[in-house]
């Protein structure tokens, strides 16, 4: 049985006091999750938010199920590389996961399948989960290309890690449904995560334990549907992340449609 996982993705989103209302807010109304729950904040951050969810999770046993979680890693393990974070750096901060390949880094900073696969593989030798992002453009998907690009973007990662496959975690996430408020049907998403599950059995025995979250403009109202697929094992969540009673309606789904 897999345990689902929500993660949200805040994006460059936040300060220090919209940060600590936000935490309060899902920590307040998050209880005992049946679902394992991650924030991805931007790297600023990480040393409040770390501090904050430590701080409280004494008086608010909640706190201790949030998770959390950094947007991107380098492809480097130490060097003169500026501006850059290692693996190693977000260890020191407690990270659980770490976001990798999402399509805004592919897109606007040109990342390369194999950059995203030097990224995986640094941050499992750190001890820390990457969720490793896949997806197509509209014009990808129109000329018929989805599944070519997807399975294209995990056979980059699986090449180099291999050895510890099951050990990562895979988001779909179609670019034409990110921030545009469009959204694949559950069934458009259930076909591609059934393609991304064979493609990991067919690599690992241990393909069981790995899981694939849609990671495409998932919100309170859709959520229960896309959440209720066989191959769906959570969700990355953008903007409904921002808002507390939205993550919160997310989580709540995503204990209910456990696998």
């Not at 949030?66 to 290692?86: C, M, P, R, W, Y």
């Not at 449904?177 to 690992?204: C, D, Y």
Request: aromatic share 4%; charged share 15%; proline share 3%.
């Amino acid at each position: 049985m897999v345990r689902k996982l929500i993660a949200g993705n805040w994006k460059m989103n936040g300060s220090l006091a919209a940060n600590a209302a936000l935490l309060d807010a899902i920590a307040a109304g998050l209880g005992e999750p049946a679902c394992d729950v991650a924030v991805c904040v931007p790297a600023p951050y990480l040393a409040s938010v770390q501090a904050q969810i430590a701080a409280k999770a004494v008086v608010n046993p909640a706190y201790s199920a949030i998770n959390l979680g950094a947007q991107d890693v380098s492809a480097h393990e130490q060097g003169a590389f500026t501006g850059e974070v290692s693996a190693a750096m977000l260890r020191d901060f407690g990270v659980r996961y770490c976001l990798v390949g999402h399509s805004e880094r592919r897109q606007y900073h040109q990342e390369s399948d194999e950059a995203v696969a030097q990224k995986a593989m640094h941050a499992l030798a750190a001890g820390i989960t990457p969720i490793v992002c896949v997806g197509e453009t509209l014009a990808q998907r129109d000329a018929g290309a989805t599944n070519e690009v997807v399975r294209r973007q995990l056979a980059a990662v699986i090449h180099t890690n291999g050895h510890c496959i099951s050990e990562i975690v895979i988001a779909y996430e179609p670019i034409w449904a990110i921030g545009t408020g469009k959204t694949a049907s559950p069934e458009q998403a259930q076909a591609v995560h059934a393609v991304l599950r064979a493609q990991l059995q067919a690599a690992s025995q241990q393909s069981g334990r790995v899981r694939i979250l849609y990671g495409g403009s998932m919100n309170a109202a859709n959520a229960a549907a896309l959440l209720g697929q066989q191959d769906i094992d959570g969700g990355l969540i953008g903007g409904a992340s921002l808002k507390a009673p939205d993550f919160l309606t997310i989580i709540a789904n995503a204990g209910a449609n456990r696998a």
